[in-house]
T-cell receptor
């Protein structure tokens, strides 16, 4: 969805490096999420933010940190990258509470990260 | 936490065939979504369907919340339907989505 953008789209880095993945959205949604997808598996939640002052850990937050710089921006950092953090990373937004209380999530195009 | 199981894990169809994908979940939910991940990795939201039935073109979905399952129907499949279909649920709307393992669909011309 072009309303949710992620940079970079691909990144190769080395073990021990600090990496930042950025997400921007023009949907005006308060809620933003970072997910990780490993090959052949579903997505797992890393961190989520319900507004600028609200940050919450997800299922697999160890080794990651986030920053919500503004309603439209949510960044994910790997403090010291390791090879098992090689994965596809997705940012998402949610319009909750949408029509009829719906919580529909909209995903960015993903960032493919390789840690050597 | 809540468990989400999808079946079948893999499916190969001839173009024009119909198919049914299933999602079972272990607890009551207030949110269920179906997503399609295309071969380039893009995730597209297909349906928000915590209960009832919805249709969008050749796709339709039904969730029977009391029996804890949802079905995604694809009719007259096309090669562009190929990819992975994910079901994701939340116990309470506005909480956190838990994804199933996906059904990998390949539609052959």
């Amino acid at each position: 969805d072009a309303d949710v953008t992620q940079t970079p789209r691909n990144r190769i880095t080395k073990t021990g490096k600090r990496i930042m993945l950025e997400c921007s959205q023009t949907k005006g949604h308060d809620r933003m999420y970072w997910y990780r997808q490993d090959p052949g598996l579903g997505l797992r939640l890393i961190y989520y933010s319900f507004d600028v002052k609200d940050i919450n850990k997800g299922e697999i937050s160890d080794g990651y940190s986030v920053s919500r710089q503004a309603q439209a921006k949510f960044s994910l950092s790997l403090e010291s990258a390791i090879p098992n953090q090689t994965a596809l990373y997705f940012c998402a937004t949610s319009d909750f509470p949408g029509r009829d209380g719906a919580d529909t999530q909209y995903f960015g195009p993903g960032t493919r990260l390789t840690v050597l | 936490g809540i468990q989400v199981e999808q079946s079948p894990p893999d499916l190969i169809l001839q173009e024009g065939a119909n198919s049914t994908l299933r999602c079972n979940f272990s607890d009551s939910v207030n949110n269920l979504q179906w997503f399609h991940q295309n071969p380039w990795g893009q995730l597209i939201n297909l349906f928000y369907i915590p209960s009832g039935t919805k249709q969008n073109g050749r796709l339709s979905a039904t969730t029977v919340a009391t029996e804890r399952y949802s079905l995604l129907y694809i009719s007259s499949s096309q090669t562009t339907d190929s990819g992975v279909y994910f079901c994701a649920v939340e116990r309470r709307a506005g909480n956190m989505l838990t994804f199933g393992g996906g059904t990998r669909l390949m539609v052959k011309p």
